[in-house]
């Protein structure tokens, strides 16, 4: 089992930054891909970027290229999400997630692949 508790959100104005932050604890993930996730009120989970497990390969949302990047740090097992150029549309509960099994990144964008996630942290952007 996986636990997985995310941090750094919070609220900032239109063109600011926040890093967020999402720790694994419990089963060792260093060998896992992991992913961010987002969801506005009212809108279904969207795919925001994900990282493989040794961290040679990222990949975005088309809504969040050039603007967002997604690193880790797996001696921490940690994952991060620097978030630049922030806009209003860019507000939801955002979720990190992990998959299950090692070496595994097909399909990256598909919440479905993902087995562990945290409870999510709130980013709130202001106009």
């Known amino acids: 089992q996986v636990q997985l508790v995310e941090s750094g959100g919070g609220l900032v104005q239109a063109g600011g930054s926040l890093r967020l932050s999402c720790a694994a604890s419990g089963r060792t993930v260093i060998l896992n891909a992991m992913g961010w996730f987002r969801q506005a009120p009212g809108k279904g989970r969207e795919f925001v970027a994900a990282?493989?497990?040794?961290?040679?390969?990222?990949d975005y949302a088309d809504s969040v290229k050039g603007r967002f990047t997604i690193s880790r740090d797996n001696a921490k097992t940690t994952v991060y999400l620097q978030m630049n150029g922030l806009k209003p549309e860019d507000t939801a509960v955002y979720y990190c997630a992990v998959r299950r099994q090692e070496f595994s990144y097909y399909n990256y964008y598909d919440a479905q692949r993902y087995d562990y996630w945290g409870r999510g942290t709130q980013v709130t952007v202001s106009s």
């Open positions: 990282i493989s497990w040794s961290g040679d390969r990222t």
